[in-house]
T-cell receptor, first 112, second 114 residues
Framework: TQLLEQSPQFLSIQEGENLTVYCNSS?????LQWYRQEPGEGPVLLVT?????EVKKLKRLTFQFGDARKDSSLHITAAQPGDTGLYLC????????????FGRGTQLTVWP | DTGVSQDPRHKITKRGQNVTFRCDPI?????LYWYRQTLGQGPEFLTY????????KSRLLSDRFSAERPKGSFSTLEIQRTEQGDSAMYLC????????????FGPGTRLTVL
């Protein structure tokens, strides 16, 4: 059972467009993490959101954690080809083990 | 610090053969994780080490899979009698205490079982 639902699964856009991808669940999380994974590489952590309603910005990327801490979104302004990759959201259960549970990801392709 | 490294990067094998992958974590990291990622999916947890102790194993880790971290540094993941369903990217990650510290992922080993 996939606890984290990510949408859309695929997104193909032109350079300069804006986009939003979503990470939804019916469960409440203490935090959510966003990763980007490029082809042939491992995921790289972009941000961790912790507080309900929190907004974090990383250059052209804006991350928001839902007020109820059940969902999160990633908005990219003026997308560039370098933003191409698989965007994954993930959570841990807050245990001492630290294992991560990932969604299926959104595969973003930005065309020049 | 060169980050997490994995070897080999790619492995093609025939069904029924055994394969072994190696992960070298960031040197001072005491936690090490193995994940598996198939096409169209996010990474799925396989197993976790704290120093040399294997503290958790997923149900995905069948009897054909074994992982070790003998000296609390590098780790190996062995798959015996490979099956086509084992074809996937095998990712290693490492981190420091406490548990919510960032996990740094290696580039993965892509396994293809023919």
């Amino acid at each position: 059972t996939q606890l984290l639902e990510q949408s859309p699964q695929f997104l193909s856009i032109q350079e300069g467009e804006n986009l939003t991808v979503y990470c939804n669940s019916s469960s409440v999380f203490s935090s959510l993490q966003w990763y980007r994974q490029e082809p042939g590489e491992g995921p790289v952590l972009l941000v961790t959101v912790v507080t309900g309603g929190e907004v974090k910005k990383l250059k052209r990327l804006t991350f928001q954690f839902g007020d109820a801490r059940k969902d999160s979104s990633l908005h990219i302004t003026a997308a560039q080809p370098g933003d191409t990759g698989l965007y994954l959201c993930a959570y841990d259960r807050g245990s001492t083990l630290g294992r991560l549970y990932f969604g299926r990801g959104t595969q973003l392709t930005v065309w020049p | 610090d060169t980050g997490v490294s994995q070897d080999p990067r790619h492995k093609i094998t025939k069904r029924g053969q055994n394969v072994t992958f190696r992960c070298d974590p960031i040197s001072e990291h005491n936690r090490l994780y193995w994940y598996r990622q198939t096409l169209g999916q996010g990474p799925e947890f396989l197993t976790y080490f704290q120093n040399e102790a294997q503290l958790e194993k997923s149900r995905l880790l069948s009897d054909r899979f074994s992982a070790e971290r003998p000296k609390g540094s590098f780790s190996t993941l062995e798959i015996q009698r490979t099956e086509q369903g084992d074809s996937a990217m095998y990712l290693c990650a490492s981190s420091l205490e406490p548990a919510n510290n960032e996990q740094f992922f290696g580039p993965g080993t892509r396994l293809t079982v023919l």
